[in-house]
């Protein structure tokens, strides 16, 4: 707020002091060049359009919320740093949601964001094996927290399936099986993690624990 009101009051004395063509001195602090930096998943273009409003605006009077109106648009930007270069460059500086999974709801699919917020699916290589999540977003948060609650390597999960007797099937990278009742599974979990790499259980496929105190191995 400083800076600003200390070039407007710069700009307020070369106006009172130079009267030849004073508007190409205000016209100097139009916006003409904007430059994003960190962004890996969206294109410096399509972020570029969502700001095509502001090109050749003035610097000086630019406000940020208006900025934040505009890119706020795509729902994979998390949040941004503003820096104004004068005379006419705006920076950017963008922090990205990073996805953890594919959520495919109601023949839909958006992202799952380390946030657990949903965000527009799109094909992107970097995140072409994240495992898949059949169910809704809420049901899905409460089975991460619990998930991390433990420590339970989420590497390891290539599908998640709810059904709806409230209850998930996870199925792991190696094919494995984990059928979870529908309440109190915590324990289950850090069964199957104590049995999982014991030899004697290295031929079974399906690791049932829906019924309470029993482990049906298949």
Known sequence: MKKR??????????LSTITLKPGIIISQ???????????????????KKLLSPIYE?????????????????????????????????LKIHIFEKKPIAIL??????????????????SELPDYSNLPYVFGNKESFKKLYY???????????????TFYKTDRWDLETINKKIIKLPSKDYLKNLENYLNLKNKKE??????FDYRIKNQLILK
């Open 5 to 14: 009101l200390i070039i407007a009051l710069l700009l307020l004395i070369s």
């Open 29 to 47: 602090f139009n916006i003409n060049k904007i430059i994003i930096e960190n962004n890996f998943l969206l294109s410096e273009k399509d972020i």
């Open 57 to 89: 605006k003035n610097l000086l009077f630019l406000r940020n919320k208006e900025i934040k109106k505009m890119i706020i648009q795509n729902n994979f930007i998390d949040s941004f740093n503003i820096k104004k270069i004068y005379p006419n460059t």
């Open 104 to 121: 495919h709801y109601k023949k839909k699919k958006f992202f799952i964001s380390d946030k657990l917020d949903l965000v527009d699916f």
């Open 146 to 160: 619990n998930l991390n609650k433990i420590n339970f390597p989420l590497s390891l999960i290539k599908k998640y």
């Open 201 to 206: 259980f290295k031929n079974y496929n399906i």
